[in-house]
C-alpha cells in the first residue's frame, strides 16, 4: 500500500520552508569548514585548489575534476596508476564552460556547478515528493537528506548534486510518460556518474506498465540510444583519443589495490562485504557500514509503500556500488555517498519518523552533529567517503 498523500498547500511558501531547511544544513557545513580551518592540521604538502575558506570543499575527487576541466582527459597506459579517465566528463566539462564564458577560476566554478545543481534538486525533490505524499512528509525528506552527513558533498566539487538534479528531472518527466525527455535526462546523468545507468531498467518498467496508454515498440529503441548516450559518447571519445573504449573501466582497479572487476563481482556474490561490516566505531567507515543496514531495511518497507519505480531505483542505486566495489577492499566504505542520490530511500524514512516526531527532531540532531564532523574531517581531506 502506498503512503496516502495529504492536501498540499498551493502557495510558495511550502518551497520557502524547503529551501530555508537546506540553507540551515549548508550553515553547518560553513561552521564545519571554519571550525577545521581554526583547529585542525593539514599537511603541507597537500593539493588545494585555492586561498579562500570555501576552497577547502575542494577535496579528493575534487582534485581529479579540477585537472580535467583544466587539462582534459590524461592517460599513459598503465592502468595500474590512477588517472583521471575512470572520472565522467559532464560535471567537469560544465565546469571547463563556465570558466570559459564567465571568467571565473576552474576551482570557483567547479563549485558554483554544485552548489547551483544542489539547490535546484532540492527545489525539485520538493515538487516531486509533495505531489505524490503531501508537503509533511515532503518537507522532513528534504530535512533528512539536507542533514545527512555525506550531504557535505551536496556543496562540494563532487558530481552528486548535478546527479540528484539529473535524477530527480527524470522522475518529475516519467511521471508524465515524456519517455525520451526522460530518456535524455538519464543520458545526461550517466555521464556525470555510473549511477545514471540505474534509470535504463527504471525507464524500461515504466514504458512497459503503460505500454497500453503510450506506444512501446515506437519509442524503445530511441529512447535505449538516448538513455545511455552519456556511456557510450564517452567511450568513442576514450577510443579516439587513447585506443581503448573501455580504458575507463580497466583504470578503476588503480584505485582498489589493483583488484579486478571480476574479483570484486564474485566476493560480494558470496556476500564478502558483510563479513568486513564496521559496527563498532562511529567514524565515516562506521557510519557507511550501519547506513548500509539501513538502506536495505527502507529498500524492503519501500517495496510496500512507493511506486515500484521509486523502489526499483533505491534497489539498483544500492546494489550498482555493492557488486562493482563492494567486493574489494573498500568494502562498504562510500555507500552513504552513493546512497546520498536515493532520494526514495528519504522519503520511507520521512514517513517512519513523523510516526514518533519526537524521536524525528532527535534524529536530525544526531545526522546534523555528524554532518558537523564529516565536513570539517573532508576540509582537511581526510576520508569520509
Known amino acids: 500500500m502506498q503512503m496516502r498523500a495529504i492536501p498540499k498547500d498551493h502557495s510558495f511558501l511550502p518551497y520557502f520552508w524547503a529551501i530555508s531547511i537546506y540553507l540551515c544544513s549548508r550553515v553547518v557545513v560553513a561552521l564545519g569548514l571554519v571550525f577545521s580551518q581554526k583547529y585542525l592540521p593539514i599537511a603541507t604538502d597537500v593539493w588545494s585548489a585555492g586561498p579562500s575558506w570555501y576552497h577547502q570543499l575542494l577535496q579528493w575527487d575534487s582534485e581529479w575534476y579540477f585537472k580535467i576541466a583544466t587539462e582534459g582527459y590524461r592517460y599513459n597506459g598503465d592502468p595500474t596508476i590512477q588517472q583521471n579517465i575512470v572520472f565522467y566528463p559532464l560535471y567537469p566539462m560544465l565546469a571547463r564552460g563556465l570558466t570559459a564564458v564567465s571568467g571565473l577560476t576552474p576551482a570557483d566554478a567547479l563549485l558554483l556547478v554544485s552548489n547551483v545543481a544542489g539547490m535546484l534538486s532540492i527545489v525539485a525533490l520538493f515538487k516531486l515528493v509533495r505531489e505524490e505524499f503531501g508537503d509533511q512528509i515532503a518537507l522532513t525528506t ?134 568486513r561490516l564496521i559496527l563498532n566505531d562511529w567514524n565515516p567507515w562506521g557510519q557507511d557500514s550501519w547506513f548500509t543496514l539501513l538502506f536495505i531495511v527502507l529498500i524492503a518497507v519501500g517495496w510496500f509503500r512507493l511506486r515500484s519505480s521509486w523502489t526499483l531505483f533505491a534497489m539498483g542505486v544500492l546494489l550498482l556500488p555493492y557488486l562493482t566495489l563492494g567486493g574489494g577492499p573498500a568494502g562498504f566504505v562510500s555507500m552513504g555517498r552513493f546512497n546520498l542520490v536515493s532520494f526514495p530511500l528519504f522519503v520511507v524514512l520521512a514517513d517512519l519518523l513523523l510516526r514518533a516526531k519526537w524521536l524525528l527532531a532527535g534524529v536530525i540532531g544526531l545526522l546534523g552533529a555528524a554532518l558537523l564532523m564529516n565536513t570539517a574531517l573532508f576540509a582537511r581531506r581526510i576520508w569520509i567517503g
Open 142 to 275: 528534504i530535512a533528512l537528506l539536507s542533514f545527512f552527513p555525506a550531504s557535505v558533498l551536496l556543496s562540494a566539487g563532487y558530481t552528486e548534486p548535478l546527479e540528484l538534479l539529473l535524477i530527480v528531472g527524470f522522475f518529475l518527466v516519467l511521471k508524465q510518460q515524456r519517455y525520451l525527455s526522460a530518456a535524455l535526462l538519464a543520458g545526461l546523468a550517466v555521464a556525470d556518474r555510473s549511477t545514471g545507468i540505474v534509470l535504463l531498467p527504471v525507464l524500461l518498467w515504466e514504458m512497459w506498465r503503460n505500454r497500453d496508454h503510450k506506444p512501446f515498440l515506437a519509442v524503445l529503441v530511441p529512447c535505449v540510444v538516448l538513455a545511455t548516450s552519456g556511456i557510450w559518447l564517452f567511450m568513442i571519445y576514450l577510443w579516439s583519443q587513447f585506443g581503448d573504449p573501455l580504458v575507463f573501466a580497466y583504470g578503476q582497479a588503480a584505485f582498489h589495490r589493483e583488484t579486478t572487476f571480476a574479483a570484486r563481482l564474485i566476493a560480494a556474490l558470496k556476500f564478502e562485504p558483510f563479513t
